[in-house]
Each structure stands twice: as structure tokens, then as C-alpha cells.
Nanobody
């Protein structure tokens, strides 16, 4: 499968924004799309947003209306635009093929301060 690498995390104050990137090292994206996941300290990993090869998107209720997932096929990159960030969004964010996941990478840390 195509390897995906996350970047773009950082420290931001509540109400701020970040854009995460998920870059593919191969020539094509997964046929079945890409998902963004996050894992907060002491909690299990949760799926927050998905996008199919055809551009269909879905979001977890906790981020709906605040996060936007998109893709740029020419750049082989999937993005997660995160607006109106809350402290509870603090987590390590991962991208992976969806619905069939490959191995997990390092993720990128997002920290939202109050």
C-alpha cells in the first residue's frame, strides 16, 4: 500500500486553527480513501474524518462543523483543516487508508491550550 505521513501539528490556543497534511509517498492514493484518526492521552484511537477516492466526506459528531477533510490528488495529499479548536481536541492525529488500514505511523501532535 501507499505510505502516508502526517505533518502540521502544533500548539494553538482555543478557538484557533491548524491544517494537518497527510502526504502519500507512492504514486496513488488508496482506492478506498483516507481517514484521519486521533488518540488523546489515556483514551483509545477514534476516527474523526474520512474521504473517499470520489471525494465523499464524513465526520465524527464531535468535530462536525469545525473540521474539513479534503484531498489534492495532484499533490498526493489529504488535509484536515481544523477550526474553532477546543482543548478536548488535544491528541495525536494519524492518517491511514480507509476503510482498509495499513500500519500506523508516528502521527502529529495537536495541543490546544485554554
Amino acid at each position: 500500500q501507499v505510505q502516508l505521513v502526517e505533518s502540521g501539528g502544533g500548539l494553538v490556543q482555543a478557538g484557533g486553527s491548524l491544517r494537518l497534511s497527510c502526504a502519500a509517498s507512492g504514486s496513488i492514493f488508496s482506492i478506498n480513501g483516507v481517514g484521519w484518526h486521533r488518540q488523546a492521552p489515556g483514551k483509545q484511537r477514534e476516527l474523526v474524518a474520512t474521504i473517499t477516492s470520489g471525494g465523499r466526506t464524513n465526520y465524527a459528531d464531535s468535530v462536525k462543523g469545525r473540521f474539513t477533510i479534503s484531498r489534492d490528488n495532484a499533490k498526493k495529499t489529504v488535509y484536515l483543516q481544523m477550526n474553532s479548536l477546543k482543548p478536548e481536541d488535544t491528541a495525536v492525529y494519524y492518517c491511514n487508508h480507509f476503510p482498509l488500514s495499513a500500519s500506523w505511523g508516528q502521527g502529529t501532535q495537536v495541543t490546544v491550550s485554554s
